[in-house]
């Protein structure tokens, strides 16, 4: 019996002791568990400065002060894709924290389906410690292709090969775009149209400039207009309801593409995309 409280003492004396040493308190979430492979996996980092006077995070000899710790369900140790990163120095005020949000999938080699474990991961050079976030576990899989197209770009020498994807989630099934050129091995973008109803097949046109046009169902009455360059850009969501007659896609004689049918709604977030592009590669941890 005293052995089992000596054991319980023991244990309550070290829980308090690594409370005493966390100076830095990292925490890590990400919004989903489930992703597409290539698709942008954006995580929030937050740290806070417990050392009770203001803190300066930065890079000491050959010790990164940020970094996230990336292993394969194999046990494989996944490493940055720049493995000479540079960060800014980060100064934290004593008691506040600092929140940071990235696309995991630009800054670690995270394309191979399978599990991961991911923690994020922050060196102090004043306690020579590091500090990390508890861990968090993604799957990379992929989506149903259900149409696919490879065109040219005007005035250049090289294709870009667009398809569509969906993707069965927790409650819908969502609809995925993926630009890509498959001789250079760029992915530019694989990003999410939202969700889609399949009764009605996705409707996809592409313009003169073979810029990209989708029709998709969302609703009983509600359909989700998007417009995508070649590169990935993101040009715009409109969302169209039905009220006498359903849209649908019409080519002009100029080669343009319109929406006829249909009840324009207010644009979503037009000229801004959703979610960053996998191509966007940051030099090193981004700012707010």
Not at 74 to 102: A, W
Not at 169 to 193: F, P, S, W
Request: net charge neutral; glycine share 6%.
């Amino acid at each position: 019996m005293n052995c089992r409280r000596y054991v319980i003492v023991f244990a309550m004396l070290l829980a308090l002791a690594q409370q005493l040493h966390a100076q830095v308190k990292v925490e890590m979430s990400i919004k989903r568990t489930l992703y597409l492979v290539y698709e942008p996996i954006i995580v929030t980092v937050s740290i806070t400065n417990l050392s009770g006077h203001d803190l300066t995070l930065d890079d000491a000899d050959s010790q990164k002060w940020f970094s996230f710790q990336v292993t394969a369900g194999d046990g494989r140790i996944v490493p940055p894709v720049d493995l000479d990163y540079h960060l800014e120095p980060l100064n934290i005020p004593m008691g506040e924290t600092v929140k940071r949000t990235l696309n995991l999938s630009s800054l670690y080699a995270v394309q191979e389906f399978g599990l991961y474990r991911i923690k994020a991961s922050v060196y102090s050079s004043e306690t020579q410690k590091y500090y990390s976030s508890p861990a968090s576990d993604l799957e990379i899989t992929d989506g149903k292709l259900i149409w696919e197209q490879t065109v040219g770009v005007p005035g250049k020498q090289s294709n870009r090969t667009i398809s569509l994807l969906t993707f069965r989630m927790e409650k819908d099934n969502m609809l995925y775009i993926r630009v890509q050129d498959k001789e250079a091995g760029l992915v530019y973008t694989t990003n999410q149209l939202g969700r889609v109803l399949l009764t009605y097949e996705p409707e996809v046109q592409l313009d003169k400039e073979n810029q990209i046009h989708v029709l998709q169902l969302v609703g009983a009455r509600t359909y989700v207009y998007s417009r995508i360059g070649l590169d990935g850009e993101w040009l715009g969501q409109t969302v169209y309801n039905v009220v006498t007659t359903k849209p649908t896609f019409k080519k002009t004689k100029d080669g343009n593409v319109i929406v006829i049918g249909g009840q324009a709604d207010v644009p979503v977030a037009p000229g801004t995309p959703a979610e960053p592009k996998l191509s966007d590669r940051p030099p090193g941890f981004p700012k707010s």
